[in-house]
């Protein structure tokens, strides 16, 4: 146990404790309305990567437990080589103790003790009621931010646009035109195409090993996307649906894939990977076109990147807008700036799944 500033004092939490591990869960409750008991194990304990950090926050003289902070450890990659990092997720203080001294001092106690526990370094996605702390602690930006979307039908859009007096047989008509053309140009970007083939479905195989095994090598940042950490992350995560759709050439070789959730008739894109950058319209156009004879509106995917991520994704068909949430980093010393140096060289992106944790 570690003593804080003004009455609060720190536990490194383990696993295995249960009084921890109610703690926990109860903070989850009270804070994120997550009432999910297998999240404890498939979090704290089963990630391939290692055990995540967690230090808990108490009322020296009540023995009160009253926040939370995780740092999940996470390999990433930059030019073939494996860093062994973590990414900072469940931030979490009870209201009335929400006031800046406890939740900087929570911050920078589990960053020490991530520093005490040998990793280089820790990414984050701040919203932005956090941001002000990230910035105290010394956490450096990462990157560009924004939210990419493809419209797949167009009424409801054009309802939500237009004024509410707008009769309803000008939007249906309307909107025919517009899916008309937005399946044109989904065409013409290759969602017909006869030389790929999309399947929706299934897990990762030793074609997928090998397809993260080049992708791996590869100039940028990634993170580890082996099947053993998907398989983890999506395949067996306790409180989300995933699906993985992937592109296939004729010759059954591997090309590109993507990683996916649904929410409320929107598809949320967490992952996807390639091969080479010429098959990433395909890749969408196909998919595009599966979501739209199941009546999926749209196609959303947030991303934190550097370079030309942006000009892809728009040959991909996507319109963009800004992102609130924040992509930063932190190392040791004085390596924040040569991470964030680092960083600004080449093309690479961190998708929503490593945001959404």
């Given at each position: 146990m570690k003593r804080g500033k003004m009455g609060y004092q720190f536990i490194v939490a383990e696993a295995g404790n249960p009084v921890h591990r109610e703690a926990i869960l109860d903070l989850w409750r009270r804070n994120f309305r997550l009432d999910c008991n297998d999240c404890y194990d498939w979090l704290y304990v089963d990630n391939p990567a290692g055990a995540t950090?967690?230090?808990?926050?108490?009322?020296?003289?009540?023995d009160k437990i009253i926040g939370s902070a995780s740092v999940m450890r996470r390999d990433f990659v930059l030019g073939g080589e494996i860093h062994h990092g973590g990414l900072a997720i469940l931030f979490s203080v009870d209201p009335e103790y929400r006031v800046f001294g406890p939740a900087l001092q929570l911050q920078r106690a589990v960053i020490e003790q991530a520093w005490e526990q040998g990793l280089e370094f820790i990414v984050g996605f701040p919203n932005k009621s956090a941001q002000s702390i990230t910035r105290r602690v010394g956490y450096e930006p990462l990157g560009e931010k924004r939210r990419f979307t493809q419209l797949i039908w167009s009424k409801e859009k054009l309802r939500e646009k237009l004024p509410k007096a707008f009769p309803g047989w000008l939007i249906a008509g309307g909107s025919y035109v517009l899916d008309a053309g937005l399946l044109l140009r989904n065409t013409m970007v290759g969602g017909a195409s006869s030389r790929t083939k999309l399947v929706t479905g299934g897990?990762?195989?030793e074609k997928w090993q090998q397809l993260w095994e080049k992708i791996a090598a590869n100039p940028g940042f990634k993170g580890d996307l082996g099947m053993d950490y998907v398989r983890w992350r999506y395949l067996e995560c306790p409180y989300?649906?995933?699906?993985?759709?992937q592109l296939f050439g004729l010759q059954g070789d591997l090309l590109a894939y993507l990683i996916f959730s649904l929410k409320d008739g929107l598809v949320l894109v967490e992952e996807f990977r390639f091969s080479d950058e010429k098959w990433v319209p395909e890749l969408f156009a196909k998919f595009w076109r599966e979501m739209r004879s199941r009546g999926v509106k749209a196609i959303n995917a947030g991303l934190v990147f550097n370079g030309n991520t942006k000009h892809m994704m728009a040959k991909a068909g996507f319109l963009s807008r800004p992102m609130d949430r924040d992509g930063v980093i932190l190392a040791p010393g004085e390596h924040s700036i040569r991470w964030k140096k680092l960083l600004q060289k080449g093309d690479w992106y961190i998708p929503d799944g490593e945001l959404d944790l």
């Amino acid at each position: 146990m570690k003593r804080g500033k003004m009455g609060y004092q720190f536990i490194v939490a383990e696993a295995g404790n249960p009084v921890h591990r109610e703690a926990i869960l109860d903070l989850w409750r009270r804070n994120f309305r997550l009432d999910c008991n297998d999240c404890y194990d498939w979090l704290y304990v089963d990630n391939p990567a290692g055990a995540t950090i967690t230090l808990l926050i108490t009322l020296a003289d009540q023995d009160k437990i009253i926040g939370s902070a995780s740092v999940m450890r996470r390999d990433f990659v930059l030019g073939g080589e494996i860093h062994h990092g973590g990414l900072a997720i469940l931030f979490s203080v009870d209201p009335e103790y929400r006031v800046f001294g406890p939740a900087l001092q929570l911050q920078r106690a589990v960053i020490e003790q991530a520093w005490e526990q040998g990793l280089e370094f820790i990414v984050g996605f701040p919203n932005k009621s956090a941001q002000s702390i990230t910035r105290r602690v010394g956490y450096e930006p990462l990157g560009e931010k924004r939210r990419f979307t493809q419209l797949i039908w167009s009424k409801e859009k054009l309802r939500e646009k237009l004024p509410k007096a707008f009769p309803g047989w000008l939007i249906a008509g309307g909107s025919y035109v517009l899916d008309a053309g937005l399946l044109l140009r989904n065409t013409m970007v290759g969602g017909a195409s006869s030389r790929t083939k999309l399947v929706t479905g299934g897990k990762p195989d030793e074609k997928w090993q090998q397809l993260w095994e080049k992708i791996a090598a590869n100039p940028g940042f990634k993170g580890d996307l082996g099947m053993d950490y998907v398989r983890w992350r999506y395949l067996e995560c306790p409180y989300r649906d995933y699906r993985i759709s992937q592109l296939f050439g004729l010759q059954g070789d591997l090309l590109a894939y993507l990683i996916f959730s649904l929410k409320d008739g929107l598809v949320l894109v967490e992952e996807f990977r390639f091969s080479d950058e010429k098959w990433v319209p395909e890749l969408f156009a196909k998919f595009w076109r599966e979501m739209r004879s199941r009546g999926v509106k749209a196609i959303n995917a947030g991303l934190v990147f550097n370079g030309n991520t942006k000009h892809m994704m728009a040959k991909a068909g996507f319109l963009s807008r800004p992102m609130d949430r924040d992509g930063v980093i932190l190392a040791p010393g004085e390596h924040s700036i040569r991470w964030k140096k680092l960083l600004q060289k080449g093309d690479w992106y961190i998708p929503d799944g490593e945001l959404d944790l």
